[in-house]
């Protein structure tokens, strides 16, 4: 059987990555098992229901633009959206509370008001009273410099809507400050951060909210996690196991049979998946014919990738192009 990630699931069902863990966690996908500390999902498994996603008159006001966010949001478009709860409060926070992506609202002076349970799942943490008015970002050095986000949080908090793509975010930071609910977790998150603040009637900043929308999550060893951190980085060189391995400190046969155990992959295999991927996003751009694409991502449009784009999409280059215009147009 044909198995495929987290990410590839919730890229196939237009859902988050965090619903689809959700699923998991609730045992609603079929057939799926973990192999390591990797969920495998059954490739031909259908897209269950997800409890979680009410259908209520305030979920559907803005439900068309947060059922699945887009990779790179736009804080002009969340903060306007945004606005439109601000009027009715106890209602705005009940719906924010049902979003499937980490939501923290926070006071002008930097305290925590609100912290959504997609945020505490995300956190490793069991309950948001740990957060709510004991937590201050103005005054949190591990956000404000160890993740780099000083910029980002100052011009938020100055009324500015500003997004920093890609922060790294390991649970060992939260793990250390609160109490974790689950202690052997090892999980490395990068998130896209959407700041935005929320003015009243006399235009004052009431809030500022902050949007977390997870664009990679990884899970189980460390070695395994660096490993996989240092593919998806270098994806652009060419495979070589070796240097990997040297990387992550590990002999390289061993290194192979860990990261099969651990991903259900091989190191060459997850490399591959990465590559198609990469190539995915070049054949949307118009401006690239498929050769320039497959160039684009430093492979031969005449070599292996052509074939293995075919064995693990199903479809040609050309088909994919073509398949993929048509539904956007």
């Known amino acids: 059987m044909d198995y495929i990630t987290v990410a590839e699931a919730a890229e196939k069902w237009d859902i988050t990555v965090r619903q689809v863990q959700r699923l998991l966690a609730g045992n609603k996908i079929t057939g799926a098992k973990k192999h390591g500390g990797t969920w495998l999902i059954p490739a031909g498994a259908e897209k269950p229901a997800d409890a979680r996603v009410k259908s209520g008159k305030y979920v559907k006001k803005l439900s068309h633009i947060y059922h699945k966010p887009p990779d790179n949001a736009n804080p002009e478009e969340l903060a306007e959206a945004f606005q439109s709860l601000i009027k009715s409060h106890h209602i705005s926070f009940q719906f924010l509370d049902l979003f499937p992506y980490a939501i923290e609202v926070f006071a002008p002076d930097g305290t925590a008001v609100f912290f959504n349970r997609s945020g505490c799942e995300d956190a490793n943490i069991a309950d948001a009273s740990q957060i709510v008015g004991k937590y201050n970002i103005l005054k949190d050095t591990v956000v404000l410099d160890v993740l780099g986000q000083r910029e980002t949080v100052e011009k938020a908090f ?78 652009i060189d060419e495979f070589d196991r070796d240097k990997i391995a040297r990387a992550v400190h590990i002999s390289p046969n061993h290194f192979s049979s860990l990261f099969k155990e651990h991903t259900g992959y091989t190191p060459k295999d997850y490399y591959k998946r990465i590559k198609i991927k990469k190539l995915q996003e070049k054949l949307l751009d118009p401006s690239l014919n498929i050769e320039q694409a497959f160039s684009a991502c430093g492979v031969d449009y005449h070599g292996n990738y052509r074939q293995f784009f075919k064995d693990i999409t199903g479809q040609t280059p050309m088909q994919f192009r073509k398949e993929k215009v048509k539904t956007t147009t």
């Open 158 to 235: 100055k009324g500015e809507r500003v997004t920093a793509y890609d922060v790294r975010i390991p649970h060992e930071e939260t793990s250390e400050r609160y109490d974790p609910k689950d202690e052997t977790a090892s999980t490395i998150l990068y998130k896209n951060i959407s700041c935005f603040p929320l003015w009243d009637d006399h235009q004052q900043i009431a809030y500022i909210v902050m949007v977390f929308i997870t664009t990679q999550i990884y899970t189980g060893r460390a070695d395994i996690i660096k490993a996989q951190e240092y593919m998806d980085q270098n994806w």
